[in-house]
């Protein structure tokens, strides 16, 4: 009875909360359809905090911004070097921490970048944790490229290092640098555009070549080599130890390959077979005949070989579907082969042919638009291990650049100077360039290039959810639980924690809150697919399940810490049993940080990331323990008294549980059974519960449970739940109860029961005489 009263007073008060919680979230999303637009350029107030020589080497003075984006020229008396700007004024530059990361970037006449400074950010993982220098010594290395080229499409955007535990924050710096500096280019503010040196000419623009018509001829293989219609790179092991040598990275030139310098490292060819000749010579008659009937139009294939102690396709594309030792480059636009593009080519038709152990032909995606016309590079990516865990990368290109013999130009006319275009005026917005292709944002190349990893925890997620939807029958097989649970803790501990890094955080949360005030944008988001994609499910987890399914299942730093009481139960460490006052008292501490947290973050989001590390994620999880002394005897503090008291962080400090607590009071269902007789008087499931989120009368506190479904075990255990004991003990009453005699002779008496079957303790009937 007093159970059915708690259950309807909780009912009352959840149809209380959640018109509040509706009017909230409607709150906030009006708030964030009515957001300011963007703020001015804050270029004139960066500009004094550095001298002219630190951001332009060769500078002596800075002139006034002009134009729109704002550029202030550079000069060395009255010669002008360049142009400094502000990245944020040209391009998305929004980091971790929802804030524009503003660093000034300056380049020559050329296009070419000569020198960036960080200025302002807000990025919690280089306020605490990663030091500043390291992140800009990464950004240091795109200093002295010519992006000219990029601009124009004929080569790459350059790459730069990426620092372990701050992988947005430098993908999104380096992508906003190399952004602004070609939209900058190709909108003529810098140097001199192509259409404004054609137009400074007098001469038109030179018409577009096409292939030539015709089936095309068969020709042997030293022809096509000969005039570039297969391309070759070829390496040895000399050639690439050296080049690892020069790299600057000690620990990979200290491992060198071992083998003869001479020795072929790889012998790597590639051509563009769905050129009529080259295909029908590669791959003979029929083998063009049927890849033309694969292709649509306009779409093209590239034919790749190689032999030597290197293989090109490597293993990736057995494990996750992915070829990432070679990358197909064009127009700044990179593309990564996936096993249902790829065939495997026993031989090579053209006479003369070499016999190559690896030959494969990879059909370009549609959505790429090859252009057979225009150069195009592959690269090669060379892995070698430096470390149990870490590698060292080097890239090779090989460039194609199809024959003039298979091209067909128009003769391009003279234009008269009058109708020549003019330059874009000083004042021009580099919104006024064309995009290109370089313009893909940023966020889908990430999820392109983590595709692999967005699978597996697409899986584990489904994995998931079929726990819980069907935990009755997991909880009615105790052994058969305990190892899914823990092996699905080890998988989030293991490769969702420490080798992907996706620690959901209080900072999400706080980031996610303040950008529906200062401006809402999906990009920044996406930018880490793994943590959009745990957040997007647990947002869903909470209106069935609540907060359970995050902290007790995909919690890195929860799994770690149940890991670990496990080994300690097993090595039979005391455990301490929280008193129930102290215990319910200690429950709203979390909740006091959390709130403590917001309302610093409406403040000051900076502040708020910093005191957010009251969370011991980014130690423990991201980088792994190697941080200053401080920072690494919390974590490990918190994880010794979690030996003691299971899970004691997540019980009274975690700020994130407390966040998703708020929320997880919405939710529709009821999933955990109860008996009447729990609480009064059974108490085992709350005795045995590892988090104390059992309260004595024998209800459930959603806010506190992590749903580990050690309840449910003990609902359904027929020998440990004193309810289930109660009702197999009086089945068994009734079956005796049940037992009829019938006469059975002078001899020992039959005893059945109503079936008329043997009672099972009834001695078995002998005929009479």
């Known amino acids: 009875m007093g159970n059915t009263r708690l259950v309807a007073r909780q009912g009352r008060l959840r149809h209380a909360v959640m018109p509040w919680c509706l009017v909230l979230l409607l709150a906030a999303l009006l708030w964030s359809a009515c957001a300011l637009p963007a703020a001015a350029s804050r270029l004139a107030e960066f500009l004094p905090r550095v001298t002219p020589a630190e951001i332009f080497p060769g500078a002596d003075r800075l002139g006034a911004p002009q134009g729109e984006p704002p550029l202030a020229p550079a000069y060395a008396g009255d010669r002008l070097l360049g142009h400094v700007w502000l990245n944020a004024d040209v391009t998305d530059a929004t980091g971790y921490s929802g804030k524009p990361i503003h660093m000034l970037v300056a380049a020559d006449t050329e296009g070419v970048i000569r020198g960036i400074r960080l200025v302002d950010h807000k990025e919690p993982i280089v306020l605490i944790g990663i030091p500043e220098r390291r992140i800009v010594d990464s950004m240091n ?29 430098v993908l999104v710096m380096a992508d906003s640098v ?107 008659d029929a083998g063009y005949e049927q890849l033309t009937g694969r292709l649509r139009p306009g779409q093209g294939a590239i034919l790749v070989a190689g032999e030597g102690i290197y293989s090109f396709k490597g293993s990736g594309y057995v494990r996750g579907g992915i070829f990432d030792r070679i990358e197909l480059i064009q127009d700044g636009r990179t593309l990564r082969f996936r096993d249902h593009d790829h065939v495997r080519l026993g031989d090579i038709a053209a006479d003369g042919a070499p016999r190559l152990p690896e030959i494969a032909l990879f059909t370009v995606p549609e959505g790429f638009d090859l252009d057979p016309t225009e150069p195009w590079q592959l690269q090669l990516l060379v892995q070698r291990a430096i470390g149990a865990r870490e590698k060292a990368f080097l890239s090779f290109e090989l460039s194609y650049r199809l024959p ?154 929860g799994a770690l810490q149940e890991l670990l009481a496990t080994v300690a139960q097993k090595l039979r460490v005391p455990q301490i049993t929280m008193p129930w006052g102290l215990h319910e008292r200690l429950w709203p501490v979390k909740y006091i940080v959390f709130l403590g947290l917001f309302g610093v973050s409406l403040h000051s989001i900076a502040l708020a990331e910093q005191l957010a590390e009251v969370e011991p994620f980014k130690t423990a999880i991201i980088l792994k ?122 001899g020992p008496k039959t005893t059945i029961t109503r079936t008329g079957k043997p009672a099972a303790d009834a001695p078995a009937a002998t005929p009479g005489p």
């Open 141 to 169: 290395r795109l200093v002295g490229t010519a992006m000219a080229p990029v601009a124009r499409g004929e080569a790459r955007p350059p790459q730069t290092d990426i620092v372990s535990g701050a992988t947005v924050t």
């Open 178 to 284: 190399v952004r602004s500096t070609v939209r900058l280019l190709r909108a003529g503010r810098l140097g001199t555009a192509p259409a404004a040196a054609a137009a400074a000419t007098g001469a038109a623009a030179p018409a577009p070549a096409t292939l030539a018509p015709g089936p095309g001829e068969i020709r042997d293989w030293e022809s096509l080599l000969g005039d570039g219609s297969v391309r070759r790179l070829h390496l040895s092991i000399g050639e690439v130890n050296e080049a690892f040598a020069r790299s600057g990275n000690q620990a990979a030139a200290d491992a060198p390959e071992p083998g003869d310098p001479d020795e072929t490292f790889i012998d790597l060819y590639a051509a563009l077979v769905s050129v009529p000749t080259i295909g029908r010579s590669l791959l003979g």
């Open 404 to 557: 003039e013999s298979y091209l067909s130009r128009p003769t391009p006319a003279v234009a008269p100077a009058a109708a020549a275009p003019a330059a874009p005026p000083p004042g021009a917005g580099a919104e006024t360039a064309s995009e290109g292709p370089l313009e893909v944002p940023l966020w889908q190349r990430i999820w392109w290039s983590k595709s692999w990893d967005i699978g597996i925890t697409a899986v584990a997620l489904l994995i998931l959810t079929g726990i819980f939807f069907f935990q009755d029958q997991l909880v009615r097989r105790p052994a058969l639980y305990r190892w899914v649970r823990r092996g699905f803790l080890l998988w989030t501990l293991v490769w969702l924690g420490w080798y992907a890094g996706a620690q959901l955080s209080v900072v999400n949360v706080l980031t996610f809150t303040n950008s529906l005030v200062t401006g809402f944008s999906w990009d920044f988001f996406l930018n880490a697919p793994l943590i959009f994609i745990l957040w997007a499910g647990v947002a869903a987890a909470l209106i069935f399940w609540g907060r359970g399914v995050f902290c007790g299942w995909l919690c890195p730093f």
């Open 625 to 746: 323990f190697m941080r200053e002394w401080p920072f690494t005897l919390y974590a490990v503090g918190l994880l010794a008294a979690g030996l003691f008291v299971e899970r004691f962080f997540c019980r009274y400090l975690c700020p994130l549980g407390a966040a998703l607590a708020i929320p997880g009071r919405m939710r529709t269902f009821e999933w955990l059974k109860r008996w009447q007789e729990c609480g009064s008087p059974c108490q085992r499931c709350a005795r045995e519960c590892p988090v104390q989120s059992i309260h004595p009368e024998g209800n459930i506190n959603p806010n506190e449970c992590i749903y580990c479904m050690h309840c449910q075990e003990l609902y359904r255990a027929e020998d440990r739940c004193p309810h289930n004991i109660q009702l197999r003990l009086k089945r068994e009453r009734q079956v005796a109860m049940s037992a009829v005699p019938l006469p059975g002779g002078k």
